[in-house]
Every structure is written in structure tokens, then in C-alpha cells.
């Protein structure tokens, strides 16, 4: 069957520093990749996704990886910030389904 | 900026009984999903609506559950019998097309806290 899951179920950083979080996959047939960050209390909120035929995407202070080889996906925030601190989830879904299949969350701690 | 809404925030009720929880998509969305998630757990997929019919549904998505959407802006999730593993946050997403192609861009309410006790 198909399976996220994430490496670290927490991460802390310093404010200013760069903040990474990865996930491995196992369903090789997804069409796409997505991060999502939760707030407490709120619904998950898209990120960016990328596709499974790229290897890396840009965002506003963040990009992600993917390597298929290894069936990695990361997520890194450039200059992480207090409002950063939040349960991230990478999910991958499929263009056929439309429904994500979520992995079990980082809980990133943003530390003044 | 538009918003996916969910009503209400909260739902306490009694095991076997029945609950509707409501969802107002994006106005231009055209696919609806319902997820939930238990305390501290992982966010599941439960089923998801397209052009008024289930496209796909999970194992948890029992003869239980069931989605609507009566008119042309409200979707929702009932729950005909609760059960104490029901209890859990119920989210509502929704997503739009983008050039003729589903967008993986979606977008989520804040949620229902069901409490059955």
C-alpha cells in the first residue's frame, strides 16, 4: 500500500537559521508532491508542491526536493522565522484521485 | 481572500447519534473533500466530490458516512450512528481547475472538533 512518513516528528531551530525537514515516500506513482503547514488550531495550508518529473522548486523562502531515486522529498525555509513555527506535512497525491495522502508531521519550533 | 468555511467549530454529541457537519467550498472550486484528523495524528483522507458524485473514498468512509451537497454552495458530511473513534477534527478542502486541469492547490477550513462522548 501507499505510505508517507516523515524522518523527524520534531525539529527546533534558531531564528535566522535555515530549516529542513524531510519525508520519505513509498507510492511511486504520484503525480505530485505538496508540503503543507498547520497552525494550531487550523486546517492544513498549501505550501508548494512539485512534480514528480522535477527535482527541485522554488518558492518565496522555500524549496523543495525531490529524489525519486531514493523516494526523498525535503522541505527547506530559508531564514526561518517565528510565524514558521508550525506542524509541517508533505503529502503526495495523484491527478487521477485528487486526494492527498498525508505523512505524519514535523512540529517546527522557531526558538527567538 | 476567499475561504473555505466550516461550521460548526465544535460538535459534542452523544455515541449513536447523528451529525451533519457543514462545509461552504471556494465558489469556483469544483472539487470537495472531506479529511480528519485525530488529536496529534496525521491528516486522512475520507472522500472526495466531484460533479455531484463520490470520485474516490478511503476504507474509513463506511456505509456510516455520507456527503452532500444540497445546493449550489453548502457540502457536507454525515455521520449516521456516532461512534467514540469517530471523535476526531473534520476538515473540509476544496480545489479549483486551472487551465482545464485539476490544481493541487488545496484549500482547507478550519475544521470541525467532533467530540462524541
Known amino acids: 500500500g501507499e505510505s508517507v512518513g516523515l524522518h523527524l516528528p520534531t525539529l527546533s531551530v534558531q531564528e535566522g537559521d535555515n530549516s529542513i525537514i524531510n519525508c520519505a515516500y513509498s507510492n511511486s506513482a504520484s503525480d505530485y508532491f505538496i508540503w503543507y503547514k498547520q497552525e494550531s488550531g487550523k486546517g492544513p495550508q498549501f505550501i508548494i508542491d512539485?512534480?514528480?518529473?522535477?527535482d527541485k522548486r522554488q518558492g518565496q523562502r522555500v524549496t523543495v526536493l525531490l529524489n525519486k531515486t531514493v523516494k526523498h522529498l525535503s522541505l527547506q525555509i530559508a531564514a526561518t522565522q517565528p510565524g514558521d513555527s508550525a506542524v509541517y506535512f508533505c503529502a503526495e497525491t495523484n491527478t487521477n484521485a485528487g486526494k492527498s495522502t498525508f505523512g505524519d508531521g514535523t512540529t517546527l519550533t522557531v526558538k527567538p | 481572500e476567499p475561504e473555505v468555511t466550516q461550521t460548526p467549530s465544535h460538535q459534542v454529541t452523544q455515541m449513536g447519534q447523528e451529525v451533519i457537519l457543514r462545509c461552504v467550498p471556494i465558489s469556483n472550486h469544483l472539487y470537495f473533500y472531506w479529511y480528519r484528523q485525530i488529536l496529534g495524528q496525521k491528516v486522512e483522507f475520507l472522500v472526495s466530490?466531484?460533479?455531484?458524485?463520490?470520485?474516490?473514498k478511503s476504507e474509513i468512509f463506511d456505509d456510516q458516512f455520507s456527503v452532500e451537497r444540497p445546493d449550489g454552495s453548502n457540502f457536507t458530511l454525515k455521520i449516521r450512528s456516532t461512534k467514540l473513534e469517530d471523535s476526531a477534527m473534520y476538515f473540509c478542502?476544496?480545489?479549483?481547475?486551472?487551465?482545464?486541469?485539476?490544481?493541487?492547490?488545496?484549500?482547507f477550513g478550519q475544521g470541525t472538533r467532533l467530540t462524541v462522548v
Open positions: 466530490f466531484y460533479n455531484n458524485e463520490i470520485s474516490e
Open positions: 478542502a476544496s480545489t479549483r481547475l486551472q487551465g482545464g486541469l485539476w490544481n493541487t492547490e488545496a484549500f
Open positions: 512539485i512534480r514528480s518529473n522535477m
